[in-house]
């Protein structure tokens, strides 16, 4: 849509301007009482407004272009606002809108996405519950909160919030909804739901030199987090190995991106557990 023009919030101005020019030269056809001259001269003076100068207008961010291109097409056509969290969403998710089917019914799940529908209701008793719609890269995931947790985590219930929940997965016949126990903002989310870090390596690859330049990391971001070494041998499989604890970390982007590039992004696995750091 940019190849139209490089300026979208500048071409929804001129819209109005447009839509004017348009219904007088429908009107004068109909008439045909005007030449072509006269009725261009009538056009140019309807036309000084945003079409006829240089107006100047704001650009649009990329979530308002994203937002309106949800809002007249029903969906993201030139990107898609979980993009920058993908890797995150990946990581920190135990299920996605697609595999949650797979899944059994009363399993504790996280899974993180953006808010694109919310819709009140009441119980029997009265008390007020929400239905919230959560897309993820692959679709989307329906799920239920009541009134404890509404109240809660109110501020974060809101249609284009990016967050994670987590929950209790349940199905009516085969279509599955999660029963919301909290809701966690996508800023805090690492802080919040990694219980444990875990970074692969091979013995064929040892390099001492990154994991002298890991311990310089780790230094700058200590913290309470532990980390755990996935070595992978060529005799014995994989071993693992728990960090001392005067090396644990505050996991934060900026540590991640240290990780990431000595070891690579698939090297990196983030835990909700430490159970899961052994598997």
């Not at 023009?5 to 004017?20: E, I, V």
């Not at 739901?193 to 780790?218: H, P, W, Y």
Request: some cysteine; aromatic content about 6%.
């Amino acid at each position: 849509m940019d190849s139209l023009h490089d300026n979208r919030a500048k071409l929804l101005a001129g819209l109005d301007t447009a839509m004017q020019l348009g219904s007088i030269a429908s009107k004068e056809r109909r008439k045909g009482q005007k030449s072509l001259f006269d009725m261009g001269s009538e056009m140019d003076n309807a036309g000084k407004g945003d079409l006829g100068t240089e107006t100047a207008v704001d650009r649009w961010s990329e979530k308002e272009i994203l937002q309106a291109e949800k809002e007249s097409l029903g969906f993201y056509l030139s990107s898609h606002p979980l993009n920058p969290f993908k890797q995150k969403i990946k990581q920190l998710s135990t299920v996605s809108s697609a595999d949650i089917s797979e899944h059994t019914d009363g399993e504790e799940v996280i899974i993180g996405g953006i808010i694109t529908n919310l819709k009140s209701s009441v119980t029997k008793r009265g008390d007020p519950m929400m239905y919230i719609t959560l897309e993820d890269l692959k679709g989307s995931a329906e799920c239920v909160i009541f009134s404890k947790e509404i109240k809660a985590y109110q501020t974060l219930l809101a249609i284009d919030e990016v967050v994670f929940v987590k929950g209790q997965l349940g199905f009516q016949g085969t279509a599955p909804s999660i029963r919301i126990k909290e809701v966690i903002a996508e800023k805090d989310a690492l802080k919040r739901l990694t219980k444990c870090v875990t970074i692969r390596c091979n013995t064929a690859d040892f390099d001492e030199s990154k994991f002298m330049q890991l311990k310089e990391g780790i230094k700058k971001h200590s913290g309470t987090c532990p980390i755990f070494l996935e070595i992978s041998t060529p005799n014995q499989g994989n071993v693992h190995i728990k960090i001392s604890s005067q090396y644990f970390v505050s996991v934060r982007d900026d540590f991640l991106s240290c990780a990431k590039e000595l070891f690579g992004s698939e090297a990196l696995r983030l835990n909700q557990s430490e159970i899961l750091a052994m598997v």
